[in-house]
Each structure stands twice: as C-alpha cells, then as structure tokens.
C-alpha cells in the first residue's frame, strides 16, 4: 500500500482573523525559496548596498565594500562625516536615513554598527574634517522565510505564509497573515533547526503585530 504524507492545506492553522481580508496582504516571495503553507515568514526591506564619495572631499581614501551585518540596517541614505583628521588617520560618525547618529569609527578600522559593516581606508592625501560619504542601502519590498541569522529583514517574524508558495527559480507572488489573527501554533512551519530562544522571540515579534499563537 503506498503511503501519502498530508501536507498543511492553504490556511489551515487559522484559528480567526480580522473581518474582511485586513489580516491578509498580497507579498513578494523571494526567488530560491520553496515555501510551505504556515510558513513563518520575515519580511525583507533592504536590499544592495552602493557609496558615493561627496564631490568636495580633500581625502582620498575610499570605503571598502558596504555589507549588511546583524540586523537592523534600513534602506535609505546614511552620511559618513569625518569629524577628526590626523594623518594618516582620523574619526568620524555616521547618521542613519532617520537622522539619529548610529555610531562612531577611526579610519583604518572596522565599524560595526546599526546593521552596517565596512572599514573606511586612509588614501595618500589625508582627510580633513567634514569629508563626506554617502551610503545607500537600497529599498525593496519582499518576503522570505523567518531566518533569526538574517541581516535584511527577515530576521524578525512578521507574518504567516498563507498557501505553498514555489519560488525555487524566480521571485512569485503569494499572500501571507500579517496583523490580527489568531494561529494553531501546531501547524506553522518553522526554519529547519531555529532554536527555542529564536522561535520565543519570533513568536513575541508576531505578537507585536496582533499574530497571536494558540
């Protein structure tokens, strides 16, 4: 006798959600990912990262390339500002797109902060104060599974996948719970080997949003 394994059917774990379709929303799966129905999904809001040097520096020492590192980073425009010119070194602060200072770093060292990781070089003609980069970290709007060792956005929970989605080879639509509903948390899929701390946080980040598990 051949044996079938049952899979989790489009919206099965829903215990209620919200009148109309408000606890639904029509997403963007990412390309390479094949999804099953309940999958606990993160949300990707940035994407490629690029620098511009500002067309007035004294300095000619360039940014290594710009890598999204440990959550956090948002798409936009963030300024790098030297702020202390030594030669052959130097300090200087960076400002996110909302304009709040996410940290400090000296030339030729690595900075680490807000969800950015690079290392700004000396060059042969030092900095001055008030040399100025611009890094973009670029906006995109897409859906993935939940990954706690994610760097884009995916990283923290934020909806349930409503129907199996394949995306193995290019990006497809979907529609995933993102607010105000209430789960089976028996029949949500989440990634292979998370850990019980990561699924706790999760669970409180969906929570957050009105996705409670039962």
């Given at each position: 006798m051949t044996l079938l394994d049952?899979?989790?059917?489009?919206?099965?774990?829903?215990?209620?959600e919200a009148k109309g379709l408000r606890s639904r929303e029509a997403v963007t799966i990412a390309s390479g990912q094949n999804l099953a129905a309940g999958a606990v999904?993160?949300?990707?809001?940035?994407?490629?990262?690029?620098?511009?040097?500002d067309g007035g520096n004294t300095g000619d020492g360039a940014l290594s390339a710009?890598?999204?590192s440990?959550?956090?980073?948002m798409p936009g425009d963030y300024i790098l500002t030297i702020t202390a010119a030594?030669?052959?070194?130097?300090?200087?602060?960076?400002?996110?797109p909302d304009g709040n200072l996410i940290g400090v770093g000296s030339v030729g060292g690595e900075f680490n902060f807000g969800g950015l990781l690079f290392t700004l070089s000396d060059g042969v003609i030092d900095f001055i104060?008030?040399?100025?980069?611009?890094?973009?970290?670029?906006?995109?709007?897409?859906?993935?599974?939940h990954d706690p060792d994610g760097v884009d956005g995916r990283e923290v929970a934020a909806g349930i996948l409503f129907d199996a989605v394949d995306a193995s080879a290019a990006d497809q639509s979907g529609v995933a719970l993102v607010r105000d509903a209430e789960i089976n948390s028996n029949e949500i899929v989440w990634k292979t080997g998370i850990s019980a701390d990561a699924k706790t946080t999760g669970i409180?980040?969906?929570n957050d949003d009105g996705i409670i598990l039962r």
């Open positions: 049952e899979v989790t059917h489009a919206g099965e774990f829903i215990v209620s999904l993160g949300h990707i809001t940035c994407g490629a990262t690029s620098t511009a040097a710009v890598t999204l440990g959550g956090g980073a030594e030669t052959d070194a130097g300090d200087y602060q960076v400002i996110a104060v008030g040399d100025r980069f611009t890094i973009t970290v670029a906006e995109i709007d897409q859906y993935a599974e409180e980040a969906m």
